[in-house]
């Protein structure tokens, strides 16, 4: 009979005991939940449509986003990271305000928009490892340490079709200490 045990109990049972990720471990749940009016001229090829605002040590576990149909043609978006209003700095390297980190780290090329979508599914499980789910989000955007910055999950465009002006919210459930 084999006892295997999960990464945060291999390191409870440890001597000298290690200390527990709080967001992996009895870290506080928080929710960030916003809608969005999107016009017609907000669907086109390469727009970005900033839904949301995390801690980049946050760890998410959920992430949900519902729709109008905002689209009659053969649009399609992508979910990714983008940073927040300040800059940072990671191995010398500086990355402005608001630029792109990684466009598609959560979804890619989803058609999500060409219908309604009132009971979405969990978008974390498109593109993640099954081993990725506790990441950190700095993690999700491939970044190589914690920028300690706000970082922003946003929308873009990735192919346009015929845009519907509607509303578009977004869920998303993390932990944080």
Do not use: H
């Not at 999107?38 to 986003?65: C, E, H, R, W």
């Not at 209003?85 to 780290?105: F, K, L, N, W």
């Not at 950190?136 to 845009?163: H, N, Q, Y």
């Amino acid at each position: 009979m084999a006892t295997v045990k999960s990464v945060e109990i291999t390191n409870l049972d440890a001597t000298p005991r290690t200390t527990l990720e709080a967001a992996s471990a009895g870290g506080k749940l928080r929710v960030w939940m916003d809608t969005i009016a999107v016009g017609t001229g907000d669907l086109d090829d390469d727009d970005i449509i900033i839904l949301g605002q995390v801690p980049s040590n946050a760890k998410i576990v959920s992430l949900m986003i519902y729709n109008d149909d905002l689209n009659s043609g053969a649009s399609t978006f992508n979910v990714g990271l983008y940073n927040g209003p300040q800059a940072y700095t990671i191995s010398g390297t500086t990355t402005a305000a608001a630029a792109v980190i990684d466009e598609d780290c959560y979804v890619t090329d989803s058609q999500a928009f060409r219908a309604a979508v009132k009971e979405p599914v969990e978008l974390l499980a498109e593109t993640r490892d099954i081993n990725a789910f506790a990441n950190f989000v700095w993690e999700d955007g491939g970044l190589s340490e914690d920028p300690k910055v706000p970082l922003r999950i946003a929308v873009t465009m990735s192919a346009t079709g015929t845009a519907i002006a509607g509303d578009i919210t977004i869920v998303v459930k993390y932990t944080i200490d």
